[in-house]
């Protein structure tokens, strides 16, 4: 067991990504829901991003409308494993890679800013329109760049696993 010399440095650094993710998020929804009405799209680049306006009842790609109260245990669950995965190993003094704590605090933070949606409105703002891949938001962008962060952290070796 390796102890970790900034321990508080870790916590901090997930505190902000969260938080700021969380915010952002926040913001960027409800200006697109002021700006925009449901449905309602407006070109950025032509063919390639535009801006539409969409509320998701369901999870990931619209899939499994309108199961309520579901879309609300399971994001608590998850949310709560999350962070007593990282505390656990904090409390075991076990060293983070910094690359683990900023892709854990990534989903955390797009779970944490779709929950939000969910309990507020029963749906989620989507309004990142790519053409090529189902309307999606800044929480959703955080979840997909944490996941992938996360697998590269545990499929690809690192210096210190290779001394």
Do not use: Q
């Amino acid at each position: 067991m390796k102890t970790d010399p900034k321990p508080h440095l870790d916590i901090f650094l997930s505190l902000f990504i969260v938080s700021s993710f969380v915010c952002i998020d926040r913001l960027t929804k409800i200006f697109f829901t002021h700006t925009l009405s449901s449905g309602e799209s407006f070109v950025v680049l032509r063919n390639i991003l535009h801006m539409t306006l969409v509320h998701n009842p369901g999870i990931a790609f619209g899939m499994f409308k309108n199961h309520g109260i579901v879309f609300i245990i399971i994001p608590v669950i998850m949310i709560g494993l999350l962070v007593f995965n990282f505390y656990h190993y904090k409390y075991n003094n076990e060293k983070l890679s910094r690359l683990y704590v900023v892709s854990v605090s990534l989903i955390l933070a797009g779970a944490i800013g779709n929950l939000i949606d969910r309990i507020l409105y029963g749906y989620v703002i989507d309004f990142i329109d790519v053409r090529v891949f189902p309307v999606f938001n800044v929480a959703d962008s955080a979840i997909t760049v944490g996941a992938c962060l996360l697998l590269w952290r545990i499929y690809v070796p690192s210096k210190e696993s290779k001394e």
